[in-house]
Nanobody, 120 residues
Framework: QVQLVESGGGLVQPGGSLRVSCAASGRISSINTMGWHRQAPGKQRELVAVISTDGSTNYADSVKGRFTISRDNAKTTWYLQMDSLKPADTAVYYC??????????????WGQGTQVTISS
């Protein structure tokens, strides 16, 4: 059983910064990607940022230059540093991890979500 637990959400003023973390535990093998998605009220869940085991990253256009994803492989933990936050960044942020089985099947796991609210 694999579990992902997020932490670090909260209320921040526009222009502020926040870091959210995700810690994975359980029977984890062959991690493929670690990432963050978000879902704002009335909108579909969208990819925010993803990092692969080779260190390559990909960001949504809306957060490029403001958000940074990083990871600590030794602790199976990853982070999303969010700077220059805007009200449009308000959403529930979900971490996601994908793993690859020895037979080439990809499995995905989600965290429970953490609320990030940007408001003055």
């Amino acid at each position: 059983q694999v579990q992902l637990v997020e932490s670090g959400g909260g209320l921040v003023q526009p222009g502020g910064s926040l870091r959210v973390s995700c810690a994975a535990s359980g029977r984890i093998s062959s991690i493929n990607t670690m990432g963050w998605h978000r879902q704002a009220p009335g909108k579909q869940r969208e990819l925010v940022a993803v990092i692969s085991t080779d260190g390559s990253t990909n960001y949504a256009d809306s957060v490029k230059g403001r958000f940074t994803i990083s990871r600590d492989n030794a602790k199976t933990t990853w982070y999303l540093q969010m700077d220059s936050l805007k009200p449009a960044d308000t959403a529930v942020y979900y971490c996601r991890m994908t793993t690859m089985s020895m037979y080439g099947y990809e499995y995905g796991y989600w965290g429970q979500g953490t609320q990030v609210t940007i408001s003055s």
